[in-house]
């Protein structure tokens, strides 16, 4: 039998249980030598557990692991019933954790205009074209991913959607989120012409006459979300399913839901998609992954009393992780905040996009009241506030298991990389962003700035920080071996030579980074992360039959993913 059609056979076998369990350390006790529903043998286990790296042989009973070890230690839990799945020697890996998606929007995005990877105006032009012809008069055309970048840097305009889409409003979100495209017709029902000015912390892009452009950069994007129609309830639900399933194809198997909540969107869309769709979900069984999910830092008493009234698992498949905020934008919309201005626009530092006394009470609020706190930093200058305020918080509130979160940390100041270790903090970082802005960077900071500071994961990992691997779905695609590939040789596409070559991390921090460092990132460690007894048995197999096969040459995919010893995928 192949190793693929022993994998299907393995999903029809394994029938056990699924409840909730005490946490592992206690787990592992309580299951004494209860017999096995399944045993991994002939395998090549890495478990991201420190007192034991690797293993051949694993045991999962009810949705745990049960035993990970030798083969003859494990055997010895089989009874008349297990399922003994022998892998010939394929690696194993704990499940992946992605530490920073907008899971919903990915869903939706799935099934709207796809323009990540478009390479011309013309290819960006045929693909709006061909979805407007599919929509009836007065309907929403929506899209995203395109990167002006990949075909020369000119940003689009709505003249390029003007003639394709008269009666069709039109809005495509730049890959980071932090910028979008209207047509004309969609700023006409938004109320934006040369008259409308710039919202605070945010920018309509302008001709040298002072008429909009269509480009709409953080907070200004507000103007046209104001106008759009609110997404049905099936359409959301739909995207949870369909995000999920995308998940399950590249061997995640928990996301750290950051919501859909950006510069200039409303803070109630988060909390209708936790109430319309995971309650929803978990309400009538049908999660088939985890999820830890943070909430706008604004509605920070909201999450404590959620907190208080339903504790932080709704079940173990939805996880109450905190809050998250804005300090800055994105490098690509030229709106993440440095000390220094952009090479391509002298006049522009980037943006702040909160008031740092307000973030501070807030912080102090949320970090005071048991909340974990996460708080988007991508310029030089944003990282370092970021890390002042965070010792003002540690200096007022004191000492305790924070674990404060940056996410993207993605640019920093000499000396910054240092600073994390002081209290711990975690650098919540996307490695695929390398493959765009290893080519852009230069061209919008310049060379040598953006060589000196840009995706320190070394520097951060020496410097004492915890680094957590995520995709920021879908500003990137969730592809955690891509990822981990891009850590270990920092080489975009075409690249010969690494771009900053001493910050390339070893394949064993990699990995942990999307697994156990990943799960102490938001307070799952105890249950998830590793392939330790008593841990959810939540794990992907790869079509590398040794280590040495899948070290020297990564794979793209995952043969199976498996979510409480049940498989998932394929």
């Known amino acids: 039998m192949s190793a693929r059609s022993a994998f299907l056979a393995a999903g029809v076998a394994i029938a056990a249980a699924i409840f909730l369990l005490p946490p592992a350390s206690r787990l592992s006790r309580n299951l004494g030598e209860a017999v096995a529903d399944m045993i991994l043998a002939n395998a090549t286990i890495y478990t991201a557990d420190p007192s034991r790296p690797f293993a051949d042989a694993m045991a999962v009973r009810a949705g745990r692991v049960l035993r990970v070890g030798g083969y003859d230690s494990v055997k010895e839990l089989k009874g008349r019933h297990t399922f003994e799945l022998n892998l010939s020697g394929n690696v194993v890996l704990p499940g992946f954790i992605d530490s920073h998606v907008h899971f919903i929007d990915g869903g939706l995005q799935l099934a709207r205009v796809p323009l990540r990877g478009v390479r011309s105006k013309d290819d960006f032009i045929n693909r709006v074209k061909e979805a407007v012809r599919d929509k009836h008069h007065g309907q929403w055309v929506f899209g995203g991913g395109w990167n002006n970048d990949v075909w ?61 452009t269509g480009l709409l950069v953080d907070a200004a994007m507000k103007l046209v979300f104001d106008v759009i129609p609110e997404v049905s309830i099936h359409e959301r639900r739909d995207a949870l399913f369909r995000a999920s399933r995308h998940a399950l194809t590249r061997g995640v198997t928990t996301v750290v839901d950051v919501g859909s909540y950006f510069p200039g969107k409303s803070e109630k869309q988060a909390w209708q998609d936790f109430t319309d769709i995971y309650e929803w979900a978990h309400s009538v069984e049908k999660m088939i992954m985890r999820v830890c999910l943070f909430f706008p830092m604004p509605t920070w008493s909201r999450v404590c009393d959620l907190i208080h009234e339903k504790g932080r698992m709704l079940s173990q498949w939805i996880h109450l992780g905190g809050v998250k905020a804005f300090l ?188 156990i460092s990943a799960a102490y990132a938001c307070f799952l460690d105890d249950v998830l992360g590793s392939l330790s007894e008593g841990k959810y048995a939540d794990f992907v197999i790869l079509p590398c039959t040794s280590w040495n096969e899948f070290a020297s040459d990564i794979p793209s995919h995952v043969l199976a993913t498996y979510v409480n010893g049940k498989q998932a995928y394929p």
């Open 328 to 515: 800055d934008g994105s490098l690509g919309s030229s709106s993440a905040l440095f000390y220094e201005h952009y090479k391509d626009d002298p006049r522009s530092y980037g943006l702040q996009l909160v008031n740092m006394d307000d973030l501070l009470k807030t912080t102090l609020e949320s970090d005071k009241s048991g909340l974990q706190v996460a708080i988007h930093a991508i310029g030089d200058k944003a990282n370092d506030m970021l890390l002042n305020m965070y010792d003002k918080v540690v200096d007022l509130n004191g000492m305790k298991d924070h674990r404060f979160r940056i996410e993207h940390a993605q640019h920093l100041a000499p000396g910054a990389a240092k600073r994390f270790g002081k209290h711990g903090i975690i650098a919540s970082v996307q490695p695929d962003h390398i493959l765009d802005d290893a080519n852009s960077a230069g061209k919008k900071i310049g060379i040598e700035r953006a060589e000196r500071s840009s995706y320190s994961f070394r520097s951060l990992l020496v410097g004492g920080a915890h680094l957590a691997f995520g995709s920021d779905w879908p500003v990137s695609d969730i592809n955690p071996l891509q990822a981990i590939q891009t850590a270990v040789s920092r080489k975009p596409v075409g690249w010969e030579v690494p771009w900053i070559p001493v910050e390339r991390l070893s394949l064993d921090d990699s990995l942990k980074a999307h697994t």
């Open 152 to 212: 020369g840097g000119d940003y689009p305009t709505a003249a390029w959607l003007d003639d394709i889409s008269p009666d069709n409003p039109v809005w495509l979100s730049r890959m980071d989120g932090h910028m979008g495209i209207a047509n004309s017709l969609a700023m006409r029902m938004a109320g934006i012409d040369k008259n409308t000015n710039n919202p605070v912390g945010g920018t309509i892009m302008r001709t040298t006459e002072g008429e909009p």
